[in-house]
Every structure is written in structure tokens, then in C-alpha cells.
């Protein structure tokens, strides 16, 4: 009988935050890799005491003055040993941590078909339910009514939905790797290929549609700008113009909303500054919304900006606009709360109404959508792989209204977004993994 | 992010912070919004961003107390471990004679340290360059693992086990392999195992734990979709045999 190392595993977030998944969560992963039919493989590790040293919860987390590298080996330096051929190993993997629910990072809603369109960002999907879907307390997982996932759609590292209101068209914006937004039938299901797909600038994260102009609305993280390109535009096509330089205090761009009443463009930004071309140049400044006229180009400024700590921005993500009040709705992802803002609110000042609490469900907030002809406000919540939709007008501690889950009940997500490095704690004897 | 370190000798992280062109080091047990306790950043630094990539990959030598940092054009910055706000890096490695392309190691590069052997492993452009640990300057490598042969690939972070001398990198077709510091050449690796064809994932991410005698991995999708459709895991391999 094999005992496995106690651990624990800690989550980096991208910058300088850093999150402890504590060791009872990943038991429960665990336990339930263990224990029921699934998609993940979890391999015992090879009963041998060489391979694995069970480790004692109790064992002492410290650091000493002798404590040092080569202790840490505690064995002697050997020099690299003569060439010869190469062992092939076929072993298994002794562990595998994953997760292996969907975890959603933007939503959109469909009033014409009733729909809900959830974007996965760890299986690379889009995920379709029913606007009214409910998975109530001791139900199971919400079935999704369609799913676009697999090879040909190019679904991949996805950062926001959009459904066309018009013709229903689901618009995929990619944020790494593959620089698309990718543009499906209202109707599309499992490997389907894109009709359109249109290659933007590296780093895209967000998107808006103005109808009656017949444009799109791109947001882009670094260097941040905003691109504005016809609507139906496909292949290399260039933008009709482009939001960016120093005088519009774009930094580090994440989530936009348009207000086509109101003729407004607002942008939130994380505060992470530099010239390109310019070594050195980095700073950081505090989170913000700067606000521009729809039609802004260039290196324009903004007409005014929403920044100081009454804010409460903290990685802030999707936003969406009530045209209706032109009140602005913010997911604050590290603020864990949906935050909301009057059209003309500028400087440092408050949300005018805030969903926070522990009722609300929320969990890592990062996509949002003010559904104006229902009244609702939906979120999207990376930490336990659900959509949580809230009265418009909800303000404080509110329970959402209904919930989509794409897991077990309770379940916290691993958060994993993009899981491109690691690095190993030998004193506390955890995994750390930025995203 | 792309990269980043644990010390584990002074019990501190360490990681880029890109877009900010900055170098973060965290108490180990830093937990929510914890401020950096040092931060490298400013004109002295040389430290850049996007969109050549660099900054985006950061390696630490704890027991020779320096960070080092691939940056561009073509350059690993190295700064003392203890640098805090806009320090000019002690030693910088570029030109011609090092082998780095341009227009350069764009931060795509990756560095790890053998303090043991006394070298320094730059995994670039599917090659593996060896220097002396304290090159400086245009020095040439003193030894260059590449080649049809060695299978050498390029991946975010790699790591040397330096009580052995053995390098644990990337190879080409998602296995990961082991060489010497000692090899030259296009030369295979001593022992490899075959990631992507036993898993369906492609490791971007590398790090040891000699204590368990395992070799960890972060896997992040890499441009193909899992055989199971799971973007994001950690694999854990017991790996002996190395250790």
C-alpha cells in the first residue's frame, strides 16, 4: 500500500497576487478522480519506497540559516556520467491535478432565442443553455442544450462571447496563441468550423458590437488599444481606426462596453504601463475605467476617467452597458463582487450599487452581461465553474436568481486558465502555478 | 505568465511582471494581495516587455544570490537577488559570439543555473547553450547541445538537478529528456519519457522535486487541443532514475 505525499498546491495569478488552494479542496479533486467514472486518469504512484517518501502533515515548514540548496539535494555532487543510449521511460504519470468541469470566463445572452452562451476556458468550448435553466440545491450539473467544442472550431485560450442580436451569430474572441475571433452559425454545435474568422492583434480580450454603425469593437491588453473594425470583417483585414497611444491612459486594457445611446466607449484597465520601445520605461499606476467618445481614434484622450481606491477596481474584467440608465456594470474578478457605475460617474468615487456577499454566489467574477430586456445582470465565475444571474437593480448581499453549474454542488474550481509554468515549494511542500 | 521561480533556500518567489517590465520577488508564503517585498524596475534596469517577448521568463540562483532574466535584443540580464528598484544588471551576456539569434532571445529564451558544475543553460531556439555560470559580455558558450540527434525543443522553463549535472529540458514530440552538462554536440539524451504520446499533453513548464525523486510539469494546451480536452493541467512524474 502506497501513502500519498500530503500537499498542497498553490495557485499564482497572473502579476503579483498569489492564491492558496488549500489542501482540503484538492482532496475533494481527488477523491472524486478516485472515486467515479471520469475523464481523468490518476495513476497511483509505483509502490517503492525509492519513488515516493510519504510526508508527515505535521512535518515542520521552516527555514534555518543552514538550511541551503545542497542540503536540499542531500546528496553529494557526482559528475555527469559517460553518454550511452537512451532509456525510453513509458511510466505513467504519478499524479495528474486538473479539472475537468467547464470554467467560464465570459457569458452572453440571446433574448430573441432565450438563450445563454457560457465560454469555457478550460475544456476550450462554448457552452449553450437555456435562459431560464436552474440547477437548483441538490440537483445535478445544468445540461447545456449545445456545446461548440473540438479541432476545427479553434476555440482555444477564449476570452469573450458575443451573440449577435441580429442573426445570432456567436463571435469568439481568442486571447493567446492564435490572435482570431472566430465566428460561428447561431446554431453551430460540437466540431464545427468557423464561418468567419478575422485575425486581430495579439493579446485581444474583449469585444462590442455597434449596430446601427455597423462596426466592432475590439479590446486589446498590450499594447492596449481599442480596434474598430466593420461588422462581417474576416481574414487580415484592418481595422477602420484604432484607439491608442500615451494621451488615452490605456494600460494593460481588459474589459469594454459601448453605449450606442449615449455614444460612449468605456475601457477598464489594470495599471501596468510601459513603452515598448523603450527598456525600462515599466510602471505601474492604479486599475481604472477611462471613458471616450464612441467614434475616438488615435491617440485621443479620454473624456473622463473612473480611478481611485472608493472604486473598489481590482482586475477588473467584462463590462456591460444598460443603455437604458447607461449605468456601467463591471465584473470585479479579485474584488469578488459585481460592481456598478452611473454613466457620468468620473474620479474617485463609489459603485453606485455593489452584489457582494456571501449569498450572491460569486466567485472570481471575470464576464458579465446586463440583460436590459429581462432585467437581469448575469456573471460568469472562473472559482466554481458557474453563471449566476442577479434582478438588474440587485444591490448588496443578493442570492442570484437562478444558477447555471457545470459541476457538482459546492464544488470550487481549480482556476486554472492558462497553466504555462510551475514552480516547486520543497520547504511547505506545494506546487505553485501562475495562470 | 509565462515563467517564474521559488527559492527555496531564502524562501522567496520571484516573478516577471511583463507588461510593467518589471521583476517581482514575494515572501514564500505570500497569500491574496500581498505587496513585493523588492522590485527591479526602471531605465537602469534594461529590463523590457512586449512585444519582443522579453521579461518573460525570470530563473534564480539561490546559492550564488542572482536573477537572471532573458531580455532583449538577444541578452540574459543577471541582477543581484537582492536588487531592489531601478539597479542596472551586474552582468549581461549578449552579442554575437553567444549564440543567441537575432533578432534575439526575445524572451522566449530560457535559463537555468548548475551552481554545482558551475554553468549556465540557455534553452534556445531548440538548442541548448552551456556557459561558464559567470559569462559576461560576448562570450561564447563552451558547449552547444542541438541537433536532428538530441531532439532538443524549446519550452518556457527547463531545470538542471546539479548534483548530477543533468539537464531536464524539452525534446521535440512533447517528451522530455536528459542530458549532461558534460554533452556537446548532437547528442540524445541519457533517459526521456515520452510525455505527449503517454498523455496527450505537451509541457510548457518544468521543475524537480529531488526529495520525492519527481519531476513535475505545468501543460497549457500549446497550440493543440488534449486528447481529452482538458486545456490546463500539472503532471507529476516519479522519476528516480535522475535524482
Not at chain 1, 509502490?47 to 542540503?71: G, K, M, Q, Y
Not at chain 1, 553518454?83 to 505513467?92: A, Q
Not at chain 1, 457582494?356 to 448575469?378: C, M, R
Amino acid at each position: 500500500m502506497v501513502t500519498r505525499p500530503k500537499r498542497n498546491f498553490v495557485i499564482a495569478g497572473v502579476g503579483a497576487a498569489v492564491f492558496l488552494l488549500g489542501s482540503s479542496a484538492v482532496e475533494r479533486l481527488w477523491e472524486r478522480f478516485q472515486g467515479s467514472a471520469r475523464l481523468v486518469s490518476v495513476e497511483e504512484v509505483p509502490d517503492s519506497a525509492e519513488c515516493i517518501r510519504p510526508v508527515s502533515e505535521d512535518a515542520p515548514v521552516s527555514v534555518s540559516s543552514t538550511h541551503n540548496l545542497f542540503s536540499d539535494f542531500g546528496e553529494p555532487s557526482v559528475e555527469a556520467q559517460e553518454s550511452g543510449p537512451t532509456v525510453n521511460f513509458d511510466r505513467p504519470p504519478a499524479r495528474i491535478l486538473r479539472d475537468t468541469a467547464p470554467i467560464y470566463s465570459s457569458v452572453a445572452v440571446d433574448d430573441k432565442r432565450n438563450e445563454v452562451f457560457l465560454q469555457d476556458n478550460n475544456l476550450w468550448s462554448i457552452r449553450v443553455f437555456s435562459r431560464l435553466d436552474n440547477a437548483k440545491p441538490g440537483t445535478p450539473p445544468t445540461e447545456a442544450r449545445r456545446v461548440i467544442v473540438g479541432n476545427n472550431t479553434e476555440v482555444q485560450f477564449n476570452s469573450c462571447v458575443y451573440i449577435d442580436p441580429f442573426n445570432g451569430d456567436v463571435y469568439s474572441v481568442e486571447n493567446d496563441i492564435g490572435d482570431v475571433i472566430v465566428t460561428f452559425q447561431h446554431d453551430a454545435t460540437g466540431d464545427a468550423k468557423p464561418i468567419r474568422k478575422l485575425h486581430v492583434t495579439h493579446r485581444a480580450y474583449a469585444m462590442a458590437m455597434d449596430e446601427q454603425n455597423q462596426e466592432f469593437f475590439v479590446s486589446v491588453q498590450h499594447p492596449p488599444q481599442v480596434a474598430v473594425y466593420r461588422r462581417g470583417a474576416e481574414g487580415d483585414e484592418k481595422p477602420k481606426r484604432l484607439l491608442i497611444g500615451e494621451k488615452t491612459q490605456l494600460s494593460d486594457s481588459h474589459g469594454m462596453a459601448i453605449d450606442t445611446r449615449r455614444k460612449l466607449l468605456f475601457v477598464d484597465n489594470w495599471g501596468n504601463i510601459a513603452d515598448d520601445n523603450v527598456p525600462g520605461s515599466g510602471r505601474f499606476g492604479p486599475p481604472s475605467i477611462t471613458v471616450y467618445r464612441l467614434e475616438a481614434n488615435g491617440d485621443e484622450a479620454p473624456l473622463r476617467i473612473i480611478q481611485g481606491p472608493k472604486t473598489g477596481l481590482d482586475w477588473p474584467g467584462a463590462m456591460s452597458v444598460d443603455v437604458d440608465t447607461g449605468d456601467l456594470y463591471v465584473a470585479n474578478d479579485m474584488g469578488q463582487d459585481l460592481i456598478v457605475f452611473h454613466s457620468g460617474d468620473e474620479g474617485d468615487v463609489a459603485p453606485a450599487r455593489t452584489i457582494k456577499g456571501p449569498h450572491t454566489g460569486l466567485s472570481y467574477p471575470v464576464g458579465i452581461f446586463a440583460d436590459t430586456q429581462n432585467k437581469e445582470v448575469w456573471a460568469t465565475n472562473i472559482g466554481n465553474s458557474t453563471a449566476t444571474v442577479y434582478p438588474l437593480m440587485a444591490n448588496g448581499d443578493v442570492a442570484p436568481l437562478r444558477i447555471i453549474r457545470s459541476a457538482e454542488e459546492g464544488k470550487q474550481s481549480l482556476r486554472f486558465g492558462k497553466t504555462q509554468a510551475l514552480a516547486y515549494d520543497a520547504i511547505r511542500e506545494q506546487i505553485l502555478v501562475p495562470n | 505568465m509565462h515563467g517564474f521561480a521559488f527559492d527555496n533556500m531564502h524562501n522567496e518567489i520571484v516573478v516577471t511582471s511583463p507588461l510593467a517590465q518589471a521583476v517581482l520577488t514575494f515572501n514564500g508564503d505570500a497569500h491574496g494581495e500581498e505587496p513585493p517585498i523588492r522590485v527591479i524596475q526602471g531605465p537602469h534596469t534594461q529590463i523590457d516587455g512586449p512585444p519582443n517577448l522579453g521579461n518573460d521568463r525570470v530563473s534564480i540562483d539561490p546559492a550564488n544570490d542572482e536573477i537572471y532574466v532573458p531580455a532583449v535584443p538577444s541578452s540574459v540580464l543577471v541582477f543581484d537577488r537582492m536588487a531592489n528598484g531601478d539597479v542596472a544588471p551586474k552582468r549581461v551576456l549578449h552579442g554575437p559570439n553567444t549564440g543567441f539569434d537575432e533578432p534575439g532571445i526575445r524572451g522566449m529564451a530560457t535559463v537555468a543555473i548548475d551552481p554545482v558544475h558551475n554553468v549556465l543553460v540557455v534553452n534556445h531556439r531548440n538548442s541548448l547553450l552551456i556557459f561558464d555560470r559567470t559569462a559576461s559580455g560576448n562570450a561564447k558558450p563552451l558547449r552547444v547541445i542541438t541537433g536532428p540527434k538530441s531532439g532538443v525543443a524549446s519550452i518556457s522553463s527547463f531545470q538542471v538537478y546539479a548534483p548530477k549535472g543533468w539537464i531536464v529540458s524539452a525534446m521535440q514530440g512533447g517528451s522530455i529528456g536528459v542530458w549532461s552538462v558534460n554533452d556537446n554536440g548532437d547528442v540524445p539524451p541519457r533517459w526521456k519519457i515520452p510525455v505527449n504520446q503517454l498523455t496527450g499533453y505537451t509541457a510548457s513548464g518544468i521543475d524537480l522535486d529531488p526529495a520525492h525523486k519527481e519531476m513535475l510539469l505545468s501543460c497549457a494546451g500549446q497550440r493543440s487541443r488534449p486528447r481529452d480536452g482538458i486545456a490546463n493541467a500539472v503532471l507529476t512524474f516519479s522519476w528516480p532514475e535522475i535524482f
